[in-house]
């Protein structure tokens, strides 16, 4: 019988994985998954293959995503009766005897693994540089047992990062084996492709805190949050996806956005049908909250948000959060329809801090403020000021649209201030990294000197800053 490889390759001929296992006695079958474009490298990936009824080569010329290559090749190797499967990176390879060492291993194992891999010898350009670690979905073994119990990878995590997290968090959770060959048997150039193709690393970069927010609300743990046993903490979910519902596994939880090649969170699918800004549509905040309060959205039970518009954020937040009173502030009366039995709306200019501040002495803390309101730098810096004493311990206070602060938008949003809210945000990012090495607070206003330190985190992400206090 013979041994499946299944190898996804972008930019980079696997010369040296292909010597290094055509060194063995042992016959393998290949199945060459290309997802790049250049045309030089298809012609040395055909010549490879041309008349040799033991390479599957599939030439896509395109990234349709690890995970799918991944699941077609699996089930072709099935088909085609391999004794067992690996799963390869194009930039790693065996040292010598090491593939028949490898095999010689897997075939020690018994049935009920999840999966076997290898210890590897990371290369100096590796992220993890000249670091001997365990190769995991690198270089493996996807065990019968795991295809039997699990099934195959969620297609939802494309291009890359975190299908393979996803799997070995499955295997976990059913309770099946990770082995591990503890000889150096491969030696692994990291992450080649991406030091090399500028264009397939935009894409994957592009994915990454996509990929990782689909992946905390499916399995929780976001910032301190408990982990879940099963998807999305439902227990009606199974941890078995199929190979025929690979491609949307959940189709209840969550749907494909046609904005993007990606898939999103719950908070985002909400906010994309109540047609809200802040989703994947226009602005993309939707998977950073999704990510941060999706373990936690029981216990939330109060939010302040500056500006009403539509409405639309209001009945997202009554949605998302079902314990959740929303109070809300905005100047315009006819926001006042708006306002429902968990939704409180108040009239009030954000620049009126007055009016705000005894509105907020009427109000105990909040869980949750988001400031989505005139985007004024003098507004937003003051009304954080005067806001964030009331946020709880644990909260997150939220500033949207922190891009009115650069060369674009200067001068329709400084009215006069020459100070925007990320150089302000910049002088608290200071007092907290710098701590009690900065001897001269004179730089910084009360309000910095009292509760910067109070701030346990400030994260930036696209248009907007995330800021947790202790």
């Not at 699941?71 to 067992?84: A, K, P, W």
């Not at 799997?167 to 082995?179: F, P, Q, V």
């Not at 501040?357 to 985007?375: A, C, M, P, V, Y």
């Amino acid at each position: 019988m013979m041994i499946g490889i299944i190898v996804t390759v972008y930019s980079n001929y696997p010369e040296q994985l292909f010597d290094s296992c055509s060194k063995s006695d042992i016959p393998v079958r290949w199945y060459i998954f290309f997802h790049g474009t250049n045309d030089e490298l298809e012609n040395r990936l055909q010549d490879f293959s041309r008349g040799k009824t033991n390479v599957i080569y599939l030439p896509y010329k395109k990234n349709r995503g690890l995970s799918k290559s991944w699941n077609d090749g699996l089930r072709l190797s099935e088909g085609y009766g391999d004794e067992f499967t690996l799963i390869i990176n194009d930039d790693l390879s065996f040292r010598e005897n090491g593939f028949s060492q490898f095999i010689e291993y897997i075939r020690t194992l018994p049935y009920g693994y999840g999966i076997a891999t290898v210890m590897g010898q990371e290369s100096e350009n590796s992220p993890a540089s000249g670091q001997v670690i365990p190769q995991e979905l690198a270089c493996c073994v996807i065990g019968k047992a795991a295809l039997d119990v699990i099934g195959y990878f969620d297609q939802n995590f494309t291009p890359a990062y975190f299908e393979d997290t996803d799997y070995m968090t499955r295997i976990r959770r059913a309770g099946l084996s990770i082995e591990i060959d503890q000889r150096i048997l491969v030696d692994h150039d990291r992450s080649k492709t991406l030091r090399t193709d500028s264009t397939a690393k935009k894409i994957v970069q592009n994915a990454f805190g996509l990929n990782e927010a689909y992946y905390r609300a499916k399995w929780g743990g976001g910032g301190g949050g408990p982990e879940f046993q099963t998807p999305f903490n439902n227990p009606d979910l199974s941890l078995y996806i199929s190979y025929e519902d690979a491609d949307n596994p959940y189709p209840n939880t969550l749907k494909y956005s046609g904005n993007t090649n990606y898939n999103h969170g719950e908070m985002d699918l909400i906010g994309r049908e109540l047609n809200t800004d802040k989703s994947s549509k226009v602005h993309g905040f939707l998977d950073h909250y999704d990510y941060l309060f999706s373990s936690r959205r029981d216990d939330i039970s109060s939010i302040l948000e500056v500006g009403v518009g539509s409405g639309s954020s209001l009945r997202l937040w009554e949605k998302y959060f079902p314990n959740a009173k929303i109070a809300a502030i905005d100047n315009n009366y006819n926001t006042l329809k708006f306002s429902s039995d968990r939704s409180e709306i108040f009239i009030s200019d954000q620049s009126d801090i007055m009016r705000i501040t005894n509105f907020l002495r009427q109000k105990e803390e909040f869980n949750i403020i988001i400031d989505d309101g005139s985007h004024v730098w003098g507004d937003q810096i003051t009304f954080f000021k005067t806001a964030f004493p009331y946020l709880s311990r644990g909260g997150f206070f939220i500033i949207e649209n922190i891009d009115t602060s650069y060369e674009k938008y200067v001068e329709s949003f400084s009215k006069g201030s020459q100070l925007s809210m990320r150089d302000y945000l910049f002088q608290l990012t200071d007092i907290i990294s710098g701590d009690g090495a900065i001897n001269n607070f004179s730089v910084f206003d009360e309000f910095a000197i009292s509760y910067a330190r109070a701030i346990e985190s400030i994260e930036f992400v696209r248009r907007g800053c995330i800021i947790r206090r202790k």
